[in-house]
């Protein structure tokens, strides 16, 4: 199978070079930026991609806008501050050849030391797990066909994540892989772990009784 990894960036020029050698270093992939309109010197520090597109500002227009462009059979989608290490591709593809399965997520690794970060990351897996509900952080995965049968992340100013992981785990199984993914600490240490797990929940509660998410984006903080 081949791959594509897709990473949406908004002022991420110092983290995007780091993303791109970590995808790189996992094998034989394609990694496509899609840039959300910068200005600081990201799109010049992302020219170890193969491919470096701009698109509308916001995760979903600018991940499906690298789908569109990508050639891959597997779309992988990271958040500029996750990485994955050695293996990666190999794990992805031992889960895809399971009957049934479409895609799936990964088990995090927060990058900060301490015991709330090691129950945030539990939690984090126990959402996913019992509610089938991985957030982008959690490097989703999908089927290319799937995926483009799907007409990908809908168009939402928040939670595209979510909605589209809904839809994909109707069509199959999802596969929840050890990784570890990596995970930046720096959205938890900015708001604080309680708050800002406190807002991810409510956000998502709030989403599942109805209440638009577009809406529900301006009481989330802008942190990539």
């Given at each position: ?5 897709i990473i949406p960036t908004l002022n991420e020029a110092g983290q995007i070079a780091h993303a791109i050698a970590q995808a790189r270093a996992l094998g034989d992939v394609e990694i496509i930026v ?125 939670m595209e994540d979510l909605y589209f992981m809904k839809r994909l785990r109707r069509e199959g199984s999802l596969a929840r892989v050890a990784g570890p993914l990596h995970v930046s600490a720096r ?38």
């Open positions: 199978m081949r791959y594509s990894i899609v840039d959300g309109g910068s200005n600081d010197e990201t799109l010049s520090a992302s020219l170890g991609a193969d491919q470096v597109l701009t698109a509308e500002r916001g995760r979903a227009a600018q991940q499906n806008a690298g789908a569109a462009a990508s050639r891959g059979d597997v779309l992988l989608f990271l958040h500029a501050d996750c990485w994955l290490g050695p293996g990666a591709l190999e794990q992805m593809a031992s889960a895809l050849a399971e009957s049934g399965c479409v895609g799936g997520y990964f088990r995090q690794a927060i990058e900060a030391a301490g015991r709330r970060f090691r129950w945030l990351e539990r939690g984090n897996a126990l959402r996913a797990g019992l509610l089938g509900l991985p957030y982008g952080d959690q490097g989703i995965f999908a089927r290319r066909e799937i995926f483009n049968k799907l007409g990908g992340f809908p168009p939402l100013a928040l959205r938890w240490e900015k708001h604080g772990v309680v708050r800002q797990t406190a807002r991810n929940w409510c956000i998502t509660l709030l989403a599942q009784l109805g209440f638009s998410p577009n809406r529900l984006s301006r009481f989330y903080p802008d942190v990539r």
